[in-house]
């Protein structure tokens, strides 16, 4: 018997609930009583919808619990694993899914548990049938527990992970803490947090699968996921070498200084009369959550009364991705900040002690790619966070795409970034210092895009 069947002998039994853990139903009342009028009313209901659709109405309480050896882990370890059934699965055909449950470390360094799942290719063709492997880093799902991309069909790919398994690598994909597991809140967007997750993610995965993955490895994310990768690539945990080699990074779109890039939003969608264009202006409502789960006893006065109040519809419903962006259907920019968000001390501690690019070296080389016409990441702020990479001594590789937008870049620069990857699993040596090219399209006048807004913009 091998020690897979006797680890999947072990396995949770899958249990199946009739409950749904995100995407409530609130009453009208309720909704009125926030200032969510008939407009908004519609708009929240559709895009619940929607999120039902991504997320199923039954929820697997039972694996998501806390195990209960959680108490005695220890960061790396494998708490709970089970094989995830082909027949409820709606993702790239010949891989395989395990769900996972392991410990991993919060913010403030306390062990906490942690959930995401393993993608396996349908074979590897190493001569030593290893899989090269990637920490893969998803972007913005939710940031409540019932929001998790391991319980979704799709896993949360939007031609994103597939790539990779269509290459052979194996993926090791974090929900990141406080997705999935209620058992800490989940720190969105507060990076060293969501590279922990990362971290300690291959290490459980390798006792998981023992001998089945390649001892080099490397981190992909994209939006969240980018800002968690680059993150990462600058963790001392990678020098320990318990999860194995690292060998280096692709951030995909990354989010990197949030409080700089909430300053340059809010003058961009101050100056435009098409700010309903902007995927910005629906992400704000993520951030009052992102920032007060690190400091709760925070002032309130940078958010805008409006705003505050879609966050707590959001947090009634639990709701999850199309469902807490389409909360910001119809507002104006004067409905989401006041001034106090400029010079605001808070968001500027926050920033310091959450972004990469900040000061801190990584090991390995980075890609960093970036379309020129993202409305979700600006441009400019992860040009900037380039520049400050570089000057801190990092080797890192910017690639520019005019007319891409967020999620359109991914498939775009797939053939770029897949080299890379390749390259570092090939052991092929890097420049050892910094460049940015921009490349530009065959024919931009044909060229497909779909600009990140358009779905809750166009409702």
């Known amino acids: 018997m091998t020690a897979f069947t006797i ?31 008939s407009t908004c009313q519609a708009v929240f209901d559709y895009a619940q919808a929607e999120d039902r659709t991504l997320f199923g109405t039954d929820f697997e309480f039972g694996f998501y619990a806390t195990a209960s050896n959680f108490s005695r882990s220890q960061p790396g370890d494998l708490l709970k694993f089970e094989a995830i059934d082909p027949d409820g699965l709606d993702v790239i055909n010949g891989m395989s899914a395990y769900r996972f449950q392991y410990t991993s470390r919060d913010l403030d360094g306390s062990p906490v548990p942690a959930t995401g799942f393993i993608g396996i290719p349908y074979t590897s063709f190493r001569k030593d049938q290893k899989y090269p492997t990637i920490a893969y880093a998803h972007g913005t799902i939710g940031v409540f527990a019932g929001c998790p991309p391991s319980t979704t069909p799709t896993l949360y790919d939007y031609t994103s992970w597939s790539i990779l398994i269509e290459k052979g690598y194996a993926i090791i994909a974090p929900d990141y803490a ?119 006893g925070m002032s309130r006065a940078p958010f805008a009364e409006t705003l505050q109040n879609r966050t707590k519809i959001a947090d009634m419903a639990q709701a999850c991705n199309y469902g807490i962006m389409s909360l910001a259907y119809g507002l104006k920019p004067l409905d989401l900040f006041t001034s106090a968000i400029k010079n605001n001390t808070d968001f500027q501690e926050w920033q310091d002690m959450v972004a990469p690019a900040n000061g801190d070296k990584a090991g390995e080389p980075m890609m960093i790619i970036q379309g020129l016409n993202d409305t979700a990441v600006l441009p400019q ?55 940015t090219i921009t490349h530009q399209p065959f024919d931009v006048a044909h060229m497909v895009t779909e600009p990140e807004a358009a779905e809750i913009a166009s409702i």
């Open 7 to 37: 680890l999947l002998g072990l396995a949770v039994p899958s249990l199946t609930a009739a409950n749904a853990a995100a995407n409530f139903n609130l009453s009208i009342a309720t909704l009125e009583t926030y200032g969510c009028d």
């Open 381 to 435: 702020i992860t040009v900037s966070s380039f520049q400050d990479a570089c000057r801190y001594g990092n080797e890192a590789h910017l690639r520019l795409y005019p007319g891409m937008d967020h999620s359109d870049v991914l498939t775009a620069s797939s053939p770029e970034w897949l080299a890379f990857i390749d390259g570092r699993f090939a052991g092929w040596k890097t420049p050892g210092n910094c460049s």
């Open 178 to 296: 406080g997705l999935g597991n209620n058992y800490t809140e989940h720190k969105y967007l507060s990076f060293p947090a969501h590279a922990n997750d990362l971290y300690y993610g291959m290490v459980a995965a390798r006792k998981a699968f023992p001998g089945l993955f390649t001892d080099g490895w490397m981190g992909v994310g994209h939006s969240q996921g980018g800002g968690s990768v680059w993150k990462l690539s600058e963790s001392k945990l990678l020098q320990t070498g318990a999860a194995g080699k690292y060998l280096g990074t692709v951030a995909l779109a990354p989010a990197s200084k949030i409080y700089d890039m909430t300053l340059l939003g809010v003058e961009s969608l101050s100056q435009t009369s098409n700010y309903a264009s902007y995927d910005i202006l629906y992400e704000t409502i993520w951030l009052p959550f992102a920032i007060e789960r690190v400091f709760p």
